[in-house]
């Protein structure tokens, strides 16, 4: 149901908003809110076409004079990363979002909003049925795919788009101009460990933690949140305790999601678990004292467990320091943004371990693939020797900058006409869909924008209401204007 309190102006934008919060769209689940454009676009007469990877390009027609203006590709994607909190009951596969309206911004109850990229593929729509907006030829290209790797965008057909211009609408900080993003690789590294029955007379238990905030491995990375793969590993580090074997561990859900929450099943000799406690109390203290504010609701608890098999008590121990040793976080700062761009990051993103079959995954991200190479010696490295087999994810390439667009000059421009002010001018440390799109069709000049989102990927996904009206202002102004 519609909050009482939901937005109503611009009026098509935040309906089309709506009517996609309550259609499912998981990464590679896009068919339902795929037809939906369909429909919005067959209503208005509008021809559209499908390739192979399952992309939906819309064109429409321009409006009153400006049939000779250069058409605009308009691009988002139509998927969405879905992370929910432990305590929600929620399908992201079968039920629609329960949006709610707080304190100036929207945001969805428990789970991730969908904003991103929901609001642009909202915008996107209400260029397509809002009869009052003038504009050129439009091309709208909806990806799918995107949040698990950019995989729409890689397998996209350039021959759908004639456009020389394109506007990506996936960018979350209002007032600012965004003409560069990050490249990225990884990797998921696997192992099988033997396990035998538990000890007689050991203690079983399972150490859970949840609470933290979690985020975008992008562009969160730098802001210090818990790790819950490396905050759980350090639960059981520092004991003087012999004969520690992890039987479980599990934490993370996604290589772009910073792991906000986990649980760990171990056995150990008898008054271990008490030892154990005992850290943990202390080690609560310790993150309070240095993690950010946004992770302060953590909470980590020890209960009695009951399985049936562990690792050895050194296989759990060479796990344990695998954890301990392996990367996370950010790496590089750029020299002339200090603290404002990083130029080079890696996400420890997921941990699973079950019937002693092992599974890590990490992402990483850069701007300049070379330096990127000694980080990912460092990660094959480790695995040549925790003698873990190694698979390489798909990697995207990055958007190189480039400070002399026309398409930024103008934008620029005409912020500062509506606004008063020149916009921020920047690159961001997370995967677009453009630099992949720019290699497809080298001739287009891109430029990204949107209105301002906040713990993207995270179940405090929220959008900054009244950034939409500008953000739309905004972008039926530059239309008119190239």
Same mark, same amino acid.
């Given at each position: 149901?519609?909050?009482?309190?939901?937005?109503?102006?611009?009026?098509?934008?935040?309906?089309?908003?709506?009517?996609?919060?309550?259609?499912?769209?998981?990464?590679?689940?896009?068919?339902?809110?795929?037809?939906?454009?369909?429909?919005?676009?067959?209503?208005?007469?509008?021809?559209?076409?499908?390739?192979?990877?399952?992309?939906?390009?819309?064109?429409?027609?321009?409006?009153?004079?400006?049939?000779?203006?250069?058409?605009?590709?308009?691009?988002?994607?139509?998927?969405?990363?879905?992370?929910?909190?432990?305590?929600?009951?929620?399908?992201?596969?079968?039920?629609?979002?329960?949006?709610?309206?707080?304190?100036?911004?929207?945001?969805?109850?428990?789970?991730?909003?969908?904003?991103?990229?929901?609001?642009?593929?909202?915008?996107?729509?209400?260029?397509?049925?809002?009869?009052?907006?003038?504009?050129?030829?439009?091309?709208?290209?909806?990806?799918?795919?995107?949040?698990?790797?950019?995989?729409?965008?890689?397998?996209?057909?350039?021959?759908?788009?004639?456009?020389?211009?394109?506007?990506?609408?996936?960018?979350?900080?209002?007032?600012?101009?965004?003409?560069?993003?990050?490249?990225?690789?990884?990797?998921?590294?696997?192992?099988?460990?033997?396990?035998?029955?538990?000890?007689?007379?050991?203690?079983?238990?399972?150490?859970?933690?949840?609470?933290?905030?979690?985020?975008?491995?992008?562009?969160?990375?730098?802001?210090?949140?818990?790790?819950?793969?490396?905050?759980?590993?350090?639960?059981?580090?520092?004991?003087?305790?012999?004969?520690?074997?992890?039987?479980?561990?599990?934490?993370?859900?996604?290589?772009?999601?910073?792991?906000?929450?986990?649980? %760990?099943?171990? *056995?150990?000799? $008898?008054?271990?678990? #008490? /030892? +154990?406690?005992?850290?943990?109390?202390?080690? @609560?203290?310790?993150?309070?004292?240095?993690?950010?504010?946004?992770?302060?609701? %953590?909470?980590? *608890?020890?209960? $009695?467990?009951?399985? #049936? /098999? +562990?690792?050895?008590?050194?296989?759990?121990? @060479?796990?344990?320091?695998?954890?301990?040793?392996?990367?996370?976080?950010?790496?590089?700062?750029?020299?002339?943004? $200090?603290?404002?761009?990083?130029?080079?990051?890696?996400?420890?993103?997921?941990?699973?371990?079950?019937?002693?079959?092992?599974?890590?995954?990490?992402?990483?991200?850069?701007?300049?693939?070379?330096?990127?190479?000694?980080?990912?010696?460092?990660?094959?490295?480790?695995?040549?020797?925790?003698?873990?087999?190694?698979?390489?994810?798909?990697?995207?390439?990055?958007?190189?900058?480039?400070?002399?667009?026309?398409?930024?000059?103008?934008?620029?421009?005409?912020?500062?006409?509506?606004?008063?002010?020149?916009?921020?001018?920047?690159?961001?440390?997370?995967?677009?869909?453009?630099?992949?799109?720019?290699?497809?069709?080298?001739?287009?000049?891109?430029?990204?924008?949107?209105?301002?989102?906040?713990?993207?990927?995270?179940?405090?996904?929220?959008?900054?209401?009244?950034?939409?009206?500008?953000?739309?202002?905004?972008?039926?102004?530059?239309?008119?204007?190239?």
């Amino acid at each position: 149901m519609k909050p009482a309190n939901y937005p109503t102006e611009p009026a098509q934008l935040w309906e089309h908003f709506y009517q996609i919060s309550r259609i499912p769209r998981p990464s590679k689940q896009e068919q339902a809110v795929r037809q939906y454009v369909i429909d919005q676009a067959e209503k208005g007469g509008h021809c559209w076409r499908l390739d192979e990877a399952g992309n939906l390009l819309v064109a429409v027609p321009a409006s009153g004079d400006m049939a000779d203006q250069p058409t605009v590709i308009i691009q988002n994607h139509l998927d969405m990363v879905t992370v929910k909190t432990g305590d929600k009951d929620h399908d992201f596969g079968t039920d629609p979002l329960s949006l709610q309206v707080e304190d100036g911004w929207l945001h969805a109850d428990r789970t991730t909003l969908g904003a991103d990229n929901g609001v642009g593929c909202a915008a996107a729509l209400a260029l397509m049925t809002d009869d009052s907006v003038a504009h050129p030829p439009l091309e709208l290209l909806f990806t799918v795919d995107e949040e698990t790797g950019l995989g729409g965008a890689l397998a996209l057909d350039p021959s759908m788009l004639s456009g020389s211009l394109m506007l990506n609408l996936d960018t979350e900080d209002w007032h600012e101009l965004y003409i560069g993003c990050a490249g990225a690789g990884g990797w998921e590294l696997r192992k099988t460990y033997t396990t035998a029955p538990v000890p007689d007379g050991c203690e079983q238990w399972e150490l859970s933690l949840k609470g933290l905030a979690g985020g975008h491995s992008g562009i969160q990375i730098h802001q210090q949140l818990g790790n819950a793969i490396k905050l759980l590993g350090q639960c059981l580090d520092g004991l003087d305790i012999e004969g520690i074997q992890l039987a479980e561990f599990e934490a993370g859900i996604a290589h772009n999601v910073i792991p906000r929450e986990g649980r %760990l099943n171990f *056995s150990c000799p $008898p008054g271990g678990g #008490e /030892r +154990v406690q005992t850290r943990l109390q202390q080690l @609560q203290e310790h993150w309070l004292d240095y993690l950010p504010v946004a992770d302060h609701a %953590l909470a980590v *608890s020890l209960g $009695p467990a009951r399985f #049936e /098999r +562990v690792l050895s008590a050194a296989d759990s121990r @060479q796990l344990l320091d695998l954890v301990a040793i392996f990367p996370h976080g950010a790496q590089a700062y750029n020299l002339v943004l $200090p603290a404002e761009l990083v130029d080079l990051s890696i996400n420890f993103s997921q941990l699973s371990l079950h019937a002693g079959e092992l599974m890590l995954e990490s992402s990483f991200r850069y701007f300049n693939e070379a330096q990127s190479e000694p980080l990912q010696e460092q990660v094959l490295g480790l695995a040549r020797l925790f003698d873990l087999e190694v698979t390489a994810a798909v990697a995207y390439p990055g958007w190189k900058p480039d400070f002399d667009s026309p398409l930024l000059a103008r934008a620029s421009q005409l912020h500062e006409q509506l606004f008063g002010a020149r916009p921020a001018v920047k690159a961001i440390h997370a995967g677009l869909e453009c630099g992949i799109l720019k290699g497809k069709k080298p001739d287009v000049d891109i430029l990204s924008f949107g209105p301002t989102i906040r713990g993207a990927h995270s179940p405090t996904e929220r959008l900054q209401i009244d950034t939409v009206a500008p953000f739309w202002k905004f972008l039926t102004a530059l239309l008119q204007e190239i």
